[in-house]
């Protein structure tokens, strides 16, 4: 007798509603990098940014699909984009060249108001899928 696995499950609501709006807040927050010109971050900054895109990609197929690892991949990204997001953009210029910084930027990084918006928006879209994961871990098996 075999026993069939399993690797799709339907998610909850709140992970499908956050998958959604942390993918909105991923193109908001990459048009800021386009509109700003991607030669005003370093290319530390820019490889940091890629590989979160591709997890971020990555996770939004695994909630789209229902699968299994949706809700850790979900934790991991959601909560890993957050920090790195906050420690990027809205700490002062500490990091070399790990740092974005928004605060006291100069005039070429070209950061305004939408540029606040568009991290803002991202670092609270990645906490609230980070926090839909851990919601629908409990649920899903």
């Known amino acids: 007798m075999t026993h069939p696995t399993t690797t799709r499950t339907e998610p909850v ?3 499908r509603w956050a998958t959604a709006i942390f993918a909105v807040a991923l193109v908001v927050h990459g048009y800021d990098h386009l ?3 991607m030669d005003t971050v370093s290319s530390t900054v820019m490889a940091l940014g890629t590989i979160q895109m591709f997890a971020a990609v990555i996770t939004i197929a695994l909630v789209a699909t229902g699968h299994r690892w949706a809700p850790p991949a979900a934790i ?5 984009s957050a920090i ?5 953009h809205l700490f ?3 990091f070399g060249p790990f740092s974005d910084s928004f605060i006291n930027p100069p005039a070429s990084a070209k950061v305004t108001g939408f540029s606040w918006f568009a991290a803002i928006f991202e670092i609270t879209a990645a906490l609230a899928i980070g926090s839909a994961g851990l919601r629908a871990r409990r649920v899903i098996p």
């Open 13 to 15: 609501p709140a992970l």
């Open 35 to 37: 509109r700003r010109g």
């Open 76 to 80: 991991l990204v959601g909560f890993a």
């Open 84 to 88: 790195g997001f906050t420690l990027v």
């Open 92 to 94: 002062p210029d500490w």
